[in-house]
């Protein structure tokens, strides 16, 4: 399915916002939903959030909810991620995934084997 392509990233200061995109180009077709997952050094890649392509319905790991809003453009082919009262601890780069089973996009978590599409992602750190 290729890769995607997220920017936005950057360092910031703990306390401040930022917002995530993701160029999903080529996925509009053939994805159910995306993802944003993320992974500090030496960390398993967590999944962070998650978006129906059609109706919008989203998910937030615990750790974000809240803070982060998960939104899509379908006619543009974007995806979004608006960070708000950054945290040291969401220090780390993020990547935006495509569905690759339909069971990605209704389960109660977010497992990283369920998604395709991996790229380079984009580095935010968050300073304290």
């Known amino acids: 399915q290729g890769q995607l392509a997220e920017s936005g990233g950057g360092p910031v200061q703990a306390g401040e916002s930022l917002r995530l995109s993701c160029t999903a180009s080529g996925y509009t077709s053939s994805r159910t939903c995306m993802a944003w997952f993320r992974q500090a050094p030496g960390q398993e890649r967590e999944g962070v959030a998650r978006i129906v392509h059609v109706g919008g319905d989203t998910y937030y790991a615990d750790s974000v909810k809240g803070r982060f809003t998960i939104s899509q453009d379908n006619a543009k082919g974007m995806v979004y991620l608006q960070m708000n009262s950054l945290k040291p601890e969401d220090s780390g780069v993020y990547y935006c995934?495509?569905?690759?089973?339909?069971?990605?996009?209704?389960?109660?978590?977010?497992?990283?084997?369920?998604?395709?599409?991996w790229g380079q992602g984009t580095q935010v750190i968050v300073s304290s």
């Open positions: 995934v495509a569905n690759a089973v339909p069971r990605a996009c209704r389960g109660p978590n977010l497992d990283q084997h369920d998604f395709a599409g």
